[in-house]
């Protein structure tokens, strides 16, 4: 075994990636080498903003990123992780002259992780970077083998670039006899073929259906195992057109991720292929996973699950994989499970490890002793796909999803006001241009003061989206309390939302701009920006991704507390500190009960801190229809609390003492 040493620089593809961050872990955790990560933005900041995101979740490499600084001769040893912003479907994989050379006389390996996994879109758009990507790192691997030797070209392939091919699948063919199942599998394929016929010491590794990992249940996209997963625990798995004998060629992301980096440091490993998957024998029946997950499920969730039929059908038949995508290119049902599945359930092949078990050692997969670790994460997290959003990123992102509709309502002086969600998009994105046109940078405080409204929401989001602090307070505080708390924090801006502070404030004179977002009917003040003026007139740029210019560890609040037993203190919350709670309130109800319609009623005011987490950001972490109510006037609660029928309901203590002082001063409380 040859292991790596500080002369060792490894260039990683796809870090940003499930597999690639494991593997990156891996380098770190047991190899003294360093690290080249190629992470592709519009710039150099952009590229870290988006790398420092993608692995908010895991310390060690985070504090290896700590003041990161682009690769040169001088710095090259000083950390074990170098970030270059490039992009491998482009020309020298587009790196300036300096960094291309640069890397050219220092890289010893590389490992070549990046890959566009979408697994039926149109195949030119697939050899982008399966393909041509792939070709392009093997130019820049001969250039650095014409400098020096490169001792290693790393490649992530798949088993199922075997296509339909039944029997024994061999580790060193391959061939497109037998057709594949999607255009994935054969752009893997195309890319797989221009390795194997380079000249260059190659590695070449075909993992099965890679899943979370053994350890922690960590996976970043809830796919193709997960979906059946999924629709078993909801009760909506009755049939499966398969044999109850098929085999689940599963595998965990951490074996896949040390088997990778172990065998790409082994001089003997050159030219060789891997599957890396577990033995045939040791794979569980599809019949053995269920009845598995339906023991677990009644064991810890006290939910007992339907046994499911099993009818087997060849589903390698081109017509009937036809029928199915028809039938499920468009829902979350069984007929896109089954197609997304089809090459995971096969029981005609067995993937071949003699390489595997030659430099690796035997390996069996033993589903009991890490399949509960890995229902407890993907339960917690709703099957939600990990990203690098935001909060405010999410509530965005959740409402252009058609999958899981979101549905407003504003209730003023007992009236429901229904809100269309169309308009609630094109005004977060109109108050992040307004922002932006009144010269708001990131890190500039904002003051928020005002009636629980989709105004509110709406102001919350875009403040998040441009990067600045938001500051609510209390529309019951003091005029002078809300002066001294907008002079600590240091708003440049106010936004009102309570009338009778817009006379009030106005009349400090603060120097601040103040903007209402009081209703319509409410007269302002000549100098107060209306809402209307705020948001403009014209449609807001459409934007099918809006990127906050933030880390998880810049402030995304600061909270006052309420001055009832002293002088208002500002608490920070970061990006990453909103993101926790919302996921964690998210995954607290029991699991049926968060599947199915969710209703919530925000009536205390939304600056308060749990209130302003599970009102604000927390429901769109739910996998479920959101029905959202916003109250203006808490007045209004008794009435509108039995029309709501919320399914999640939240106060403080002090409000259920005074429900309960009422129940035992009425009749009832004499029986």
Not at 28 to 34: E, G
Not at 359 to 370: A, D, E, P, V
Request: net charge positive; proline share 4%.
């Amino acid at each position: 075994m040859e292991c790596g040493n500080l002369k060792d620089i490894i260039f990683l593809t796809g870090a940003t990636g499930f597999l690639g961050t494991q593997i990156a872990q891996q380098l770190i955790k047991k190899y003294n080498v360093n690290i080249v990560v190629l992470v592709r933005g519009k710039n150099y900041d952009d590229a870290y903003k988006h790398l420092t995101r993608v692995w908010w979740e895991f310390p060690e490499l985070i504090e290896e990123i700590k003041g990161i600084k682009k690769v040169n001769d001088d710095n090259i040893d000083e950390n074990k992780i170098y970030l270059v912003n490039g992009n491998i479907t482009k020309e020298n994989l587009g790196l300036n002259s300096y960094e291309y050379n640069f890397l050219l006389n220092n890289i010893t390996h590389i490992i070549h992780a990046a890959a566009d996994i979408r697994l039926n879109m149109p195949l030119d758009d697939l050899r982008k970077v399966n393909v041509q990507g792939t070709l392009n790192l093997l130019k820049f691997a001969e250039d650095i083998n014409k400098n020096h030797d490169i001792k290693r070209f790393s490649y992530l392939s798949k088993a199922y670039v075997a296509g339909g091919q039944k029997d024994i699948i061999f580790e060193d063919i391959l061939t497109d006899e037998y057709g594949f199942l999607s255009n994935y599998e054969r752009s893997k394929y195309e890319g797989e073929l221009k390795v194997r016929n380079s000249n260059l010491p190659v590695s070449i590794f075909r993992p099965g259906m890679i899943i979370g990992d053994s350890k922690t249940g960590y996976i970043k996209t809830f796919n193709t195992i997960y979906v059946l997963i999924r629709l078993y625990l909801n009760n909506q798995l009755h049939l499966l057109p398969v044999s109850k004998d098929s085999k689940l060629n599963i595998v965990p992301v951490d074996y896949v991720a040390e088997s990778v980096v172990k065998l790409t440091f082994d001089k003997n490993t050159e030219n060789k292929t891997f599957h890396l998957t577990a033995p045939y024998s040791s794979l569980p029946t599809i019949e053995d996973f269920l009845y598995y997950i339906q023991d677990w499920t009644l064991t810890n969730m006290n939910i007992k699950l339907s046994k499911p039929f099993f009818l087997p059908i060849s589903l390698l038949n081109p017509k009937i994989v036809t029928i199915l995508k028809y039938l499920g290119q468009n829902s979350e049902g069984l007929g896109k499970t089954i197609v997304e599945l089809a090459p995971y359930m096969n029981e005609d092949r067995k993937f071949s490890r003699d390489n595997t078990q030659k430099f690796l050692g035997s390996y069996t997969l033993q589903l009991k002793k890490f399949m509960h670790i890995i229902l407890d994460y993907a339960i917690y997290n709703g099957f939600f796909h990990r990203s690098q959003r935001t909060v405010h990123e999410q509530v965005l992102f959740r409402l252009k999803s058609k999958s899981r509709p979101v549905q407003y309502y504003d209730i003023v002086e007992g009236q429901f006001l229904k809100r269309k969600k169309s308009d609630i998009i094109n005004d977060i994105l109109k108050g992040v241009r307004s922002l932006k046109n009144l010269g708001i940078n990131p890190g500039d405080k904002i003051a928020v003061i005002g009636f629980n409204s989709t105004r509110y929401l709406i102001l919350d989001i875009s403040i998040g989206l441009v990067g600045a602090v938001n500051v609510p307070i209390y529309y019951t505080s003091p005029v002078n309390e809300i002066n001294e708390i907008i002079k600590d924090c240091g708003a440049k801006i106010i936004f009102i939302g309570a009338p009778n502070l817009l006379t009030s404030l106005n009349d400090m004179k603060l120097g601040n701009y103040i903007i209402s977002f009081c209703n319509e009917n409410i007269k302002i003040p000549s100098n107060i920006l209306s809402w209307k003026e705020f948001i403009g007139n014209k449609n807001a740029k459409k934007s099918n991704n809006i990127f906050a210019p933030v880390n998880f560890d810049d402030i995304a609040t600061i909270r006052y507390t309420s001055g009832t037993t002293g002088k208002p203190l500002g608490v920070s919350f970061t990006h990453g500190n909103l993101r926790w709670m919302a996921e964690y309130i998210s995954s607290m109800p029991p699991w049926a009960d968060r599947n199915k319609k969710i209703s919530y009623l925000s009536f205390l005011p939304m600056n308060h801190v749990v209130e302003g987490i599970l009102g604000t950001y927390s429901p769109y972490y739910a996998p479920a229809p959101l029905y959202l109510y916003f109250l203006e006037n808490f007045k209004d609660l008794e009435t509108s609390l039995p029309q709501v029928k919320p399914t999640i309901f939240f106060s403080v203590p002090r409000f259920y003492e005074k429900i309960w002082t009422k129940i035992l001063e009425s009749s009832i409380g004499d029986i």
